[in-house]
């Protein structure tokens, strides 16, 4: 297969055919972003500018904080918060219309996400490009396990700039991979549902044990994290 700068990186994504290529696009890219955020980048002041505007939502907080130094994230906080109170708590008499419109800027924005999703637009576009372009690539694209439903979306809207002649097929292929799976989550979640049916006791409960972590997943393109108290029920 050819390859070249926009087609390396899809490639790599799609090569270990484990869950939706899109959402493990995605996680390159968050993974790239927090490390670069906490290390080379923490000190430039046009990136240090952005971060203090924009902020980061709590999934990217949590992230650098894993990736970084935590002396690397107290320095990003330390002007973060400084940007906050001038922002938040101006000196001098302020209408409250404004204040609430800051504080409801910082839940908003992000400065991950910000580039995250400007990078998955271009990254979503070498994936049509290339789709169109190499018949290897659309088997490989094709024997994916599953695409979630966001990322079903976002591909579809990429799709968009494709002649009609190759959108109806790329069209065909992602709902497959997307409407397949649904089709095998909705069976398992009835299937774990009957398996608390006491005409079910000693059954199989074949693949349904993990069927409501993996249909949140699909409805969400993020894993879950919640734990149930030991004490809970819970087959």
């Known amino acids: 297969m050819r390859e070249d700068i926009c087609s390396i990186p899809v490639n790599e994504v ?17 993974d790239r972003m927090a490390t670069y955020i906490t290390g080379a980048a923490m000190m430039e002041p046009d ?29 990003i906080l330390e002007s973060l918060l400084a940007e906050v109170k001038g922002q938040v708590f101006p000196e001098g008499k302020t209408p409250a219309k404004k204040i609430t419109a800051a504080v409801h800027s910082r839940q908003e924005n992000c400065f ?5 999703d400007k990078n998955m ?11 169109q372009a190499e018949e290897e690539f659309r088997q490989l694209y094709a024997a994916q396990p599953y695409i979630c ?20 097929p790329f069209e065909a292929a992602t709902t497959k991979l997307a409407k397949g ?16 049916d006491y005409r079910s006791a000693g059954g ?7 069927s ?14 919640a734990q149930q108290n030991s004490g809970e029920k819970n087959r």
């Open 112 to 116: 991950i996400c910000e580039n995250i």
């Open 181 to 196: 799976y649904l089709e095998e989550l909705s069976g398992d979640v009835t299937h774990f549902c009957r398996m608390f």
């Open 47 to 75: 990136v240090r500018i952005e971060t203090n505007r924009l902020g980061f939502c709590a999934e990217h907080f949590n992230q650098i904080l894993a990736r970084g130094s935590r002396l690397s994230v107290a320095l």
């Open 149 to 168: 439903l966001p990322h079903y979306g976002l591909s579809l809207e990429a799709a968009q700039k494709m002649p009609k002649k190759n959108f109806i």
């Open 14 to 30: 799609f090569e270990p055919k484990d869950g939706c290529p899109f959402c493990r696009m995605r996680d390159m890219l968050e």
């Open 204 to 210: 199989d409960w074949g693949n349904s044990r993990d």
């Open 121 to 131: 637009k271009h990254l979503l576009d070498s994936t049509v490009t290339l789709w």
């Open 212 to 225: 409501i972590e993996r249909a949140m997943e699909w409805l969400t393109a993020r894993p879950t994290v």
